[in-house]
């Protein structure tokens, strides 16, 4: 668990999830689908149930090689991140992740928070190796967050996204540990 004040004073808090925060990440999960388009998901899309949100919660607190991370404020989820790595021996050292900060908090350092302590576990993890993302090829905010942490870009899946009648391209990243 780490703290850290923001300008504004307020503190916030980078542990962990837990199972009693799943009904409070599905909120969170379900407040974020209605603020930004560049999530896989539309608002509302996602019927997450408490009990489906416990086992990943579960499965991520009791893994070496998988990370969820919640950002708290007053005890209010406020930002999460999800690395996976594979199950698989020969990939298992390598893994995904994603983001997402509520709307009110952008722009206060809670998501560099929450990817210096992603990098931070995959060092100390011994197992990590690489830490890759996909992005929206037109996500200025998040590109430049990654690149800000030294992520590199590594390709590029065309027409991956389709959102309001357009479609768009995914950035792939890659951070080598
Ligand atoms: C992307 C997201 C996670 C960033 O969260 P955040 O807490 O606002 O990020 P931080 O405050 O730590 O960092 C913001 C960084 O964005 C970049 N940034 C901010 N405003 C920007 C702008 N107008 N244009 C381009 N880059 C910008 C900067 O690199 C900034 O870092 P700096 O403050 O050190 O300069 C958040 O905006 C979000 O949840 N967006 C919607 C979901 C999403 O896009 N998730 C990522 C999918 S790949």
Redesign the pocket.
């Given at each position: 668990m780490k703290e850290y004040i923001l300008s504004n004073g307020k503190k916030v808090v980078i542990r962990k999830a837990e199972k009693k925060d799943a009904e409070e990440l599905i909120k969170f999960i379900n407040i974020?689908s209605y603020?930004?388009d560049?999530?896989t998901f539309e608002p509302g899309e996602l019927k997450l149930t408490k009990e489906l949100e416990e086992s990943i919660i579960e499965e991520c607190y009791n893994s070496d090689n998988k990370l969820f991370l919640i950002a708290e404020i007053e005890g209010e989820i406020v930002?999460n991140l999800s690395f996976k790595g594979s199950n698989r021996r020969r990939l298992k050292h390598a893994g995904e992740f994603?983001?997402?900060?509520?709307?009110e908090?952008?722009?206060?350092?809670?998501?560099?928070?929450?990817?210096k302590e992603l990098i931070e576990w995959a060092k100390s993890s011994g197992i990590i190796k690489k830490i890759n993302?996909?992005?929206?090829e037109d996500?200025?905010?998040?590109?430049?967050?990654?690149?800000?942490f030294g992520f590199i870009e590594e390709g590029k899946i065309s027409k991956e996204f389709y959102v309001n009648g357009k479609y768009y391209s995914t950035i792939l990243m890659g951070l080598e540990i």
């Open positions: 974020i603020e930004s560049f999530l930002g994603g983001i997402s900060v509520k709307k908090y952008w722009n206060m350092g809670i998501a560099s928070q929450l990817i993302l996909k992005v929206r996500n200025e905010r998040a590109i430049n967050l990654y690149r800000k």
